[in-house]
Structures are given as structure tokens and as C-alpha cells.
């Protein structure tokens, strides 16, 4: 076989697959603001590709349905509001009280600061589906375990049922800020969070 051939061949796939993750990551880009202006319920493919800038024949190249895009989106979401969350913790230094402070001005931060992102996490997400569902369960013990690797002493294991109720408590805290126009200030919204943080690091 000619080797220039099979180079080109190679050449010509991985471009292939490079154009088709970018449209994959367009429609979730597009998607995460559609559904966090309008709501998922209120949302449908050809808005998302609109949006998008693509035909609806590309959705369907990457995802089966609008609840895979869900969860796609809600899995970078996540994803992203995890990584500056622990980035924060670990600025703040070795103390375990400023490292939970500066985790949850940095949720609450970026919630005010990324509205549509705030409403796609934590708005009308719950029962859409059984599969939704569990990612979201994924979500919340992951977010448990970085609680753990950012706030525990070496060899601690936290309640776990302290946990999720902190978590809980975290997110009905920001549930309730977002549906006041976020009329408190960060920093107040986190020094009342911080109440749930003590009672963990106690």
C-alpha cells in the first residue's frame, strides 16, 4: 500500500472527526444558552441549531435525542463550576475554613455571573427523565468527593449523610438568591452558606 495514501486517508479522518467534535461542542455551547434563557421544556432542536449555526442533520450526528444534549450540557456545566471551585480552594492556602469559603464564593460567583449556566444546573432539571436524573446523583457525589479532597484531614472521611444535606442546603440557598434577582451580595450569600460549612469541618 502507498504510504503517502494511507497518511492522506489517516489525514483526511482525524480532520473528518475534528469537524464533527466541533459541531458537537457548538451545539452544546448554543444549547447551554438556549436552554438557560428558555428553559429545557421550552426548548427544541431547531432552536439549539439555529443558535448553532447548523442544520438539524448535524444534531442528530451527535446526539439521539434533546436529552442526551441535556445531559451533555449539564455534564460540562458541571464539570466547569467543579474545576474553579477546587482552583479556588487551592489559592486559599492549607486553612480548612478559608478553602470552604472560597469554594462556595466561587459557586455562588460564578452563578451570578453566568445566569444561563445557574438556570441549565439547578432550574426545572430534575424529572425529565430517569437518565437525567442520575447524572445529576453523579454530579452531586462527585462535587461530595471534592468536598472531601479539598476540606478533610488526611485520612478523615466525612458524614456522608452531613454531606448531602450540606450540598442541599447549598443549592436552596442558591435557588433562592437566583429567584431574587440576586439581590444579596456574594459575599453575604456566602458567609450564610459557610453556617452548613462549620457544622462539616467541626
Sequence with gaps: MNTATTVQRRYRGSAVDERRALRRQQLIDAATQIYGRHGYRHSGVKQ??????L????????FEHSDALLIACYQQATQYLRERNMAAAQAAGD???????AMLSSYFQTLKDEPNLARLLLTDIR????QVDQVIADALRASSDD???ALARPGQQFDELLQAGILGGVIHIALHWMA??????VETVTDTAMKFGVSLLQ
Design 55 to 62: 442544520t438539524q442533520r448535524y444534531f442528530y450526528e451527535s
Design 180 to 185: 431574587s434577582g440576586y439581590a444579596q451580595p
Design 127 to 130: 424529572g425529565i427523565s430517569p
Design 48 to 53: 439549539v441549531c439555529d443558535a448553532a449555526g
Design 147 to 149: 468536598m472531601t479532597r
Design 95 to 101: 486553612d480548612r475554613l478559608s478553602r470552604s469559603r
